[in-house]
């Protein structure tokens, strides 16, 4: 990505509403998934400090990520809230597939329930809303990105890594 790419809004001021609006659905979708996180934080803590502490960076970054990206929207920023959400939802399949990979619960799945399943739902929507704030060049790497992450998560499950 070019200076003059990382520096141009990832939303132009000029654009029709609905395009106009994605930087406030962004931050609504990864403020509701950090107060998801904000919500279990205490729970894991009683698990393991690392999963409490896991939880809670999440809650953090996802409400700090909010606020910058209405603030300023930039090609940039979303690329990295693409690659933190997709991030945080690998670490959910394979929490819900193979069980944590570190600390007392190392190798026992959890069992998905449907706080965790909406959650995932808004962190998946808000990677879409992402991408659609993307301009041409920098959207075609992003999907590009999002490609590669799917095709690794098959090749997991295809080849067992994942059960």
């Not at 690329?79 to 944590?100: C, D, E, F, K, W």
Request: positive net charge; contains cysteine; glycine residues 10%.
């Amino acid at each position: 990505m070019g200076t003059a790419a990382a520096r141009r809004p990832a939303v132009d001021v000029g654009a029709p509403a609905q395009i106009a609006l994605l930087p406030a659905t962004a931050a609504a979708l990864s403020l509701s998934s950090a107060i998801a996180h904000l919500g279990v934080t205490s729970v894991h803590f009683r698990e393991w400090w690392a999963y409490g502490a896991f939880f809670l960076g999440c809650a953090a970054a996802q409400a700090l990520f909010a606020a910058l990206i209405l603030w300023r929207p930039r090609d940039w920023l979303a690329v990295l809230g693409i690659v933190g959400n997709l991030a945080v939802i690998a670490m959910y399949v394979y929490s819900r597939t193979n069980g944590p990979p570190v600390g007392p619960h190392e190798g026992v799945p959890e069992a998905p329930g449907l706080y965790d399943l909406v959650t995932t739902a808004g962190e998946l929507a808000l990677v879409v809303v992402l991408l659609r704030m993307l301009g041409a060049r920098t959207g075609r790497w992003a999907m590009r990105l999002v490609l590669v992450f799917a095709t690794a998560l098959w090749t997991a499950k295809a080849t067992g890594f994942l059960a």
